[in-house]
């Protein structure tokens, strides 16, 4: 290869921590986003302990104000961005080029370059508490609260410019499974015959390229207003208050669905395996999931009911939103019809995934009442909402996420996790969950507003509120216990084989874990349920014939995706030591912006797979 | 591979237009670009104006997209994902511009 | 055997059929307009809510309009570029390509002066929501622009390396795509934002001359 100087020579065979950090196979990115995902959800755990500490009791001073003000932001942004969307992402790239029959994704580079941007764009973020100006303004950073005049420190440019890196990291991800899902799948694997899981992840992918620009362009709007005084949330010039809160919302509606339905097709997929039985209504859940996906664009307006948008289109955006209830209310028959009958076993993601669907439908009504406008006039902005986005997110969500793990834990690893262990942790996450916000449904219809950091003893609300931390806490014993049961399990847990659950995906038909290059033969699909239909269709499996595995072509290691992050990143962070240091955020930008400009070069001039890499196998032959 | 490769080129040849077509195209854009420029300076209501505008921009950008974009004669599924998002676009902005006009209070 | 960026699934048969990339182009291209849209939404709704300051009067329409025709053209040039390589016709691809980036630099040009024009008569990004959003969307247009001459001279300057080759067109269809695309933007905001923005202020064109005028003096 012509055009590689000496240094960054390519990697092409590395070892050690160099083989994860030039990484583009999708299973080892995977498992680098799901470790990323968990080390946060500890991060974001611990702001949450932070401020049921502070809420115990009235009149508590744990923390001060400010503190409090960036504990609830940052655990919001924190676990919606840092933790459910990437772990959502682990299992993406985990499981989506398996359950087609691919080798990789797309773009496997572009891939890596997504988990960089997130990372990076992470730390950058949580950067700001070494500075002492973490991100105080609340999850969805209102503007004009957010403008340079009223928040003068530079949190909230953190924040933007976090979420900015990250933003672009989570686009490229989207594409890119966009692309592997429509592009990618094996012979005979037609949609229809798709895992739910990757449908919704296709779904998902779908809803990040058509919603994340909008939040690109709002934030985008909101740094030039802070860094070089253009008006847009400017009032003295003339703006519209709403403004922010309307861009906002038409991402941030979209943005719940690519929070929830990954876990929906989770548990679409783990529901069938331990049932025993076909997933029921396999045509109408995936319709569910697109139509869900699709009314999500036109509901945006119903986070703003209080903020009187005329009473047109305060009815429109709230029959929009209660018709989402039908497809999701379509969604949990199908679930409960594939148990029906089924012979069901439970064991440990079952449990999980039936925690799923009691706690997401309890969420999904509340969802329902704040749908009623006149209802929620009373309840914007009380903990009755905080109980419900947590019923969904957490209860929804991370349930779904958390049986994926124990289910999908075998194929990762090659070994299984505990179940006695297992079953432990979903007792005590189920009552821990259900302690803490089951009883902030009472607060909230008591009064007590979100994010207030402390209250007077004759509110009447100390003693839910010390129920509510001590739920808290259990839920912390219990992520505890989950830590230790996978850190057993992957030195000393059972050995998995292919398929130890017996399940019909085609992830189910290689060893566990999968070899690198996934499918020694790319497999021919001829039903939705591959590994079942073919039991009981042949008496043995037919024998696998020798593949050599030189002349299977995987695209070589590549310095470029963490390059150009690096690159991209620093110029975000330029942008910070420009505002104290013109001159040093000038170089700063110029040199990191010439570092990602080169890095694009030589992406884009280096082959997927190397040169050598390529010849030696045309030797070979 | 190669042969592969072929194939995918020479329907593309196929089913592309030729220069001249292009031109041609090019000439309507121009003329249309024009059209729209006079009418700007005559003398209409502004509801007329508009509409004759937002028709003759709509016209100029199902040509690009048709012709020097291949829509017309590519898959279906690049139509697809471009006139999707297009579609939820519009709808929102129409939707946010009534929302901050006060048609909808 | 060098291509640009080409991924080796890309030369398999994908399940559709179609290229990876190009797919991705469309894709990206549909998330682009997700981005577009919102500017130029946010332009229209602050319209007529500026405080102070020069507005739509400030647009110069005759301008404008040869500069559309300057991208326009740039356009033409973009698909008898692509034609040409598609026939193996080197000298033809590079002419057309040179002659789209420089088309497309014209129309920076013309930004730059217009930019310019703004400034001296008062209109900055920072003096109210007209200058906010209209230089915001515009100027997000013109890095559009200036990424796609970026990677129209890169083409150029890799089919002297032999990197751009009759087989590897599609390097330059995707480039073409992204290039008429820009295009596309441009039409709707010429139409939308310079013709139906300025019609709406007739009388102001006007005053906005005499002030123009009184300012030049």
Redesign the interface.
């Known amino acids: 290869?012509a055009t590689n100087i000496a240094i960054l020579r390519r990697p092409l065979d590395p070892t050690g921590a160099w083989a994860w950090i030039t990484t583009v196979d999708h299973k080892k990115i995977g498992v680098l986003y799901g470790l990323t995902a968990f080390a946060f959800f500890i991060l974001g755990g611990v702001e949450a302990l932070v401020m049921r500490l502070q809420l115990a009791q009235a009149d508590l001073n744990v923390v001060s104000a400010a503190t409090f003000n960036q504990m609830f932001t940052m655990h919001g942004t924190t676990m919606i961005f840092m933790v459910v969307m990437p772990a959502g992402a682990a299992f993406f790239n985990f499981l989506v080029p398996l359950q087609i029959g691919a080798r990789?994704v797309?773009?496997?580079r572009l891939n890596a370059l997504s988990y960089w941007l997130f990372l990076f764009g992470s730390i950058l973020m949580n950067f700001s508490f070494f500075t002492g100006s973490a991100p105080d303004m609340g999850w969805f950073a209102y503007a004009p609260l957010t403008a340079a005049n009223f928040s003068t420190s530079s949190s909230v440019d953190y924040w933007i410019l976090g979420l900015q890196v990250m933003g672009v990291g989570t686009?490229a991800a989207?594409?890119n499974f966009?692309?592997t899902i429509?592009?990618?799948?094996a012979p005979g694997?037609t949609l229809m015959r798709m895992p739910v899981f990757t449908w919704m992840t296709l779904i998902v992918s779908f809803l990040i390229?058509?919603?994340?620009?909008?939040i690109?362009?709002?934030i985008t709007?909101l740094l030039?207003d802070r860094m070089?005084?253009?008006?847009?949330y400017d009032i003295t010039?003339?703006?519209?208050p709403?403004?922010w809160q309307?861009?906002f919302w038409?991402f941030g509606h979209p943005e719940v669905y690519i929070l929830i339905l990954p876990s929906m097709g989770i548990v679409s997929d783990i529901l069938p395996t331990f049932s025993r039985k076909p997933l029921f209504g396999y045509v109408t859940i995936v319709l569910a999931g697109a139509v869900i996906a699709f009314l999500g664009?036109?509901v945006w307006?119903h986070h703003m009911f209080t903020v009187g948008?005329?009473?047109?289109?305060t009815s429109a955006f709230a029959v929009a939103t209660m018709a989402i209830a039908v497809p999701t209310g379509v969604k949990v028959f199908n679930w409960l019809g594939t148990m029906y009958g089924g012979s069901i076993q439970f064991r440990t993601p079952m449990l999980f995934a039936l925690g799923f669907i009691s706690l997401f439908m309890l969420g999904g009504l509340s969802g329902v009442m704040h749908a009623v406008v006149p209802v929620d006039l009373h309840q914007q902005d009380t903990y009755f909402v905080v109980a419900h986005f947590h019923y969904v997110l957490f209860g929804g969500s991370i349930f779904g996420l958390t049986a994926a793990t124990y289910y999908w834990f075998p194929k990762i690893t090659g070994r299984m996790m505990s179940e006695s262990i297992g079953k432990t942790h979903f007792a005590l996450m189920f009552v821990g969950f259900n302690l803490t916000f089951f009883p902030m449904h009472f607060l909230g219809v008591l009064g007590m507003p979100r994010r207030i950091y402390t209250y007077a003893p004759d509110m009447g609300w100390s003693g839910t509120n010390m129920a509510v931390t001590i739920g808290a806490f259990v839920i912390a014993v219990s992520i505890a216990v989950f830590l230790y049961n996978m850190v057993r399990s992957a030195r000393v847990g059972q050995p998995a084989g292919a398929n130890p659950w017996g399940a019909a995906t085609l992830e189910w038909s290689i060893e566990s874990p999968p070899h690198h290059y996934n499918f020694a033969i790319v497999p021919t699909i001829r039903s939705q349920h591959p590994l079942w239909d073919e039991e009981a269709n042949t008496v043995e499996p037919p024998p696998l014939p020798y593949v050599d595995e030189s002349s299977i072509?995987?695209?070589s290691p590549s310095y470029w995706p963490l390059l150009l992050a690096m690159g991209v990143t620093l110029v975000a962070g330029s942008l910070l030591v420009w505002q104290a240091h013109a001159i040093a955020g000038l170089t700063m930008g110029a040199a990191s912006g010439a570092l990602a400009l080169i890095s694009v070069?030589r992406?884009?001039?280096e082959?997927?797979?190397a040169?050598e890499v390529?010849e030696g196998a045309a030797a070979h032959h | 591979m190669a042969a592969q490769h072929d194939l995918h080129h020479e329907e593309h040849t196929e089913k592309h237009p030729s220069p001249r077509r292009y031109i041609q195209i090019a000439v309507v854009l121009c003329v249309v670009t024009l059209i729209e420029f006079l009418i700007f300076y005559g003398n209409w209501d502004s509801a007329t104006m508009t509409g004759i505008i937002l028709l003759l921009s709509g016209l100029k950008f199902l040509l690009v997209v048709g012709y020097y974009m291949h829509l017309k004669f590519d898959n279906w599924?690049f139509s697809a994902f471009f006139f999707f998002?297009f579609i939820?676009m519009i709808?929102?902005m129409v939707?946010?511009m009534?929302?901050?006009s006060n048609l909808?209070? | 055997?060098?291509?640009?960026?080409?991924?080796?699934?890309a030369e398999h048969a994908?399940?559709?059929g179609?290229n990876?990339r190009k797919?991705?182009m469309w894709?990206?291209l549909?998330?682009?307009a997700?981005?577009f849209?919102?500017?130029i939404a946010?332009h229209l709704?602050?319209r007529t809510?500026?405080?102070q300051g020069p507005i739509e009067e400030i647009l110069n329409i005759p301008v404008t309009t040869i500069s559309t025709f300057v991208l326009l053209m740039s356009s033409l040039a973009m698909v008898l570029a692509l034609a040409g390589i598609q026939q193996g016709k080197m000298g033809t691809f590079r002419f057309w390509t040179a002659m789209t980036a420089l088309l497309g630099m014209v129309f920076i040009g013309f930004q730059m002066v217009e930019f310019t024009e703004f400034a001296k008569h008062g209109l900055t990004?920072?003096t109210?929501?007209f200058?906010?959003?209209f230089l915001?969307l515009t100027g997000f247009h013109g890095a559009h622009v200036t990424v796609g001459i970026i990677w129209l001279w890169?083409l150029f300057f890799?089919s002297f390396r032999g990197?751009v080759k009759q087989e590897n067109s599609l390097d330059v269809e995707i480039a073409g795509l992204y290039w008429h695309f820009v295009d596309i933007v441009w039409i709707v905001i010429f139409g939308v934002i310079y013709l139906v923005g300025a019609f709406g202020v007739e009388d102001r064109v006007l005053e906005g001359a005499h002030a123009l005028a009184g300012l030049g003096g």
């Open positions: 290869m990789d797309a773009f496997p686009l989207g594409f966009v692309i429509i592009n990618m799948r694997m390229i058509f919603a994340f620009p909008v690109t362009v709002a709007l030039f070089f005084g253009t008006n847009f010039a003339g703006a519209d709403l403004l309307h861009l038409v664009f036109g307006a948008m005329g009473r047109w289109a072509h995987m695209p070069y992406w884009v001039f082959p997927a797979v040169t390529a | 599924r998002p939820i709808s929102i939707a946010l009534a929302l901050f909808t209070r | 055997m060098q291509y640009l960026a080409r991924s080796p699934e994908t399940t559709t179609l990876n797919l991705l894709a990206f549909g998330s682009d997700m981005f849209g919102p500017l946010t709704i602050y809510e500026s405080l990004p920072r109210n929501l200058g906010s959003t915001t890169s890799a990197k």
